[in-house]
Antibody, heavy 122, light 108 residues
Framework: EVQLVESGGGLVQPGGSLRLSCAAS????????MSWVRQAPGKGLEWVSG????????DYADSVKGRFTISRDSSKNTLYLQMNSLSAADTAVYYC???????????????WGQGTLVTVSS | EIVLTQSPGTLSLSPGERATLSCRAS???????LAWYQQKPGQAPRLLIY???SRATGIPDRFGGSGSGTDFTLTISRLEAEDFAVYYC?????????FGQGTKVEIK
């Protein structure tokens, strides 16, 4: 059974940093692209960042480019999102999502985690 | 960036009725790389349809997708109680991938 379990969310002050993790199980982690997709309170879905199965290709939404870094550790079957220079606009539930191909970004998602809430506020 | 506009914003229907949801793209979506997701309150999205018309694994056949180019439709032939939710379309043919703003299907 595929499972994606996010962690690392919480309350952070504007300008602060946070690292999200997503522990994956039930599939061959290195064979699939993975993404982070966020959802601000009461709003729709926004793709944030993606990484290829090998980890060699990454992609970012313009809204987070230069501030967020996606990475993966296949030895730990874990996906990460390092978030720096956070602002209120980054407040959202962050979902980890498994792609159906090895690509980093232009993919559809067949499994999603339950999400972790990031709140940026003073 | 391809903007996806979903309509209507809210659809009020009764169980057993047919639901027709629209997703219109600002530019042509290449190779029908259009997906639909269902999201219930407090839950993660669930993939329903990919490639505009292919049902994902385990999705009942009352869910159907159609369309090409800039106009796509999700049809739920007969609404069941568990189908009342928010539905999102996603295009994954052009970078960056984008989602529509969602259509809420509520009980009338």
């Amino acid at each position: 059974e595929v499972q994606l379990v996010e962690s690392g969310g919480g309350l952070v002050q504007p300008g602060g940093s946070l690292r999200l993790s997503c522990a994956a199980s039930g599939f061959t982690f290195s064979s699939y692209g993975m993404s982070w997709v966020r959802q601000a309170p009461g709003k729709g879905l926004e793709w944030v960042s993606g990484i290829s199965g090998s980890g060699g290709s990454t992609d970012y939404a313009d809204s987070v480019k230069g501030r967020f870094t996606i990475s993966r550790d296949s030895s730990k079957n874990t996906l990460y999102l390092q978030m720096n220079s956070l602002s209120a606009a980054d407040t959202a539930v962050y979902y980890c999502a498994k792609g159906q191909t090895t690509s980093s970004s232009l993919i559809r998602y067949d499994y999603w985690g339950q999400g972790t809430l990031v709140t940026v506020s003073s | 960036e391809i903007v996806l506009t979903q309509s209507p914003g809210t659809l009020s229907l009764s169980p057993g009725e047919r639901a027709t949801l629209s997703c219109r793209a600002s530019q042509s979506v290449s190779s029908r790389y259009l997906a639909w997701y269902q999201q219930k309150p407090g839950q993660a999205p669930r993939l329903l349809i990919y490639g505009a018309s292919s049902r994902a694994t385990g999705i009942p056949d009352r869910f159907g997708g159609s369309g090409s180019g800039t106009d796509f439709t999700l049809t739920i032939s007969r609404l069941e109680a568990e189908d009342f939710a928010v539905y999102y379309c996603q295009q994954y043919g052009s970078s960056p991938q984008t989602f529509g703003q969602g259509t809420k299907v509520e009980i009338k």
